[in-house]
């Protein structure tokens, strides 16, 4: 089980008269994420859910609060932690020169693949996400959709317990999102706890046991899609969010 406990980043910043500020990208942030759920963080950008993310994956240090897999902390398990832990980014960059064979064998490398097992795991993940036509080719060949699938099978290499997914499906066509989207769900029949950010609130009602929705750096209501929409009177969750920022204005 994931477990955040008011979790709060604070940055330093300069306003229009170049005087220094504190700004708080996320504020006293708390939740837990079970085996087996897919929890959706959504909201707008600039909202928290990415700088969040980071924190969580170890990549940023919080202000205060604490971050704990199965009752273990970075501070004193991060190398235990990460090695079950996957963690992606819409931004992130991969080596072009390479094939996504060669990608994935440097990876099973970085987390400790035994040799023996590393081509039947990359072959395994190829399947999965249906690679198999472009595994041998280089990365800067592969359109926007393949080298996200790439991106993501780097990610599954060592079997995590943990999966960080931050705009998963940015960009992809509808066939390559859904095989995606149907990786994810066979990941939670596993048992695998996934922490889902999207800008695509339908796809967050499709896919996420819970929601969590942060603006400007809280939580401003969690709870599944239903309890969501019953609790804001609504049918659908992107409605569900603008009733209760109070409206497209309030982030103007």
């Not at 240090?61 to 897999?69: K, M, Q």
């Not at 094939?99 to 590393?118: G, I, Q, T």
């Not at 809280?218 to 609790?231: A, D, M, Y």
């Amino acid at each position: 089980m994931l477990k955040v406990n008011n979790i709060t980043k604070k940055f330093i910043r300069y306003n229009s008269k170049k005087e220094k500020e504190e700004f708080y990208a996320d504020n006293k942030i708390s939740f837990t994420a079970k085996d087996g759920e897919i929890v959706g963080i959504l909201g707008p950008n600039g909202a928290g859910k990415t700088t969040l993310l980071r924190m969580i994956a170890g990549i940023l240090n919080p202000t205060d609060g604490t971050i704990e897999f199965d009752d273990l902390s970075f501070d004193k398990h991060e190398i235990e932690i990460k090695k079950n832990l996957a963690y992606l980014s819409g931004n992130t960059k991969i080596y072009n020169s390479l094939s996504a064979y060669e990608l994935l064998e440097m990876c099973c490398e970085l987390y400790d693949v035994s040799k023996e097992k590393r081509n039947d795991r990359i072959k395994e993940i190829s399947t999965i996400l249906n690679m198999d036509d472009f595994l041998y080719n280089k990365i800067e060949k592969l359109s926007t959709g393949q080298t996200q699938k790439v991106n993501i099978a780097r990610c599954l290499v060592h079997n995590p317990k943990y999966y960080i997914l931050d705009e998963a499906t940015s960009g992809l066509d509808i066939i390559s999102s859904q095989i995606i989207l149907d990786f994810i769900k066979r990941e939670k029949k596993d048992g695998k706890t996934i922490l889902y950010s999207t800008h695509y609130m339908e796809e967050a009602e499709n896919i996420c046991d819970r929601v969590i929705m942060i603006n400007k750096g809280v939580i401003i209501e969690e709870g599944t899609p239903s309890e969501i929409k019953k609790n804001t009177n609504t049918t659908n969750l992107r409605d569900a969010f603008f009733k209760l920022i109070g409206g497209i204005d309030d982030e103007k």
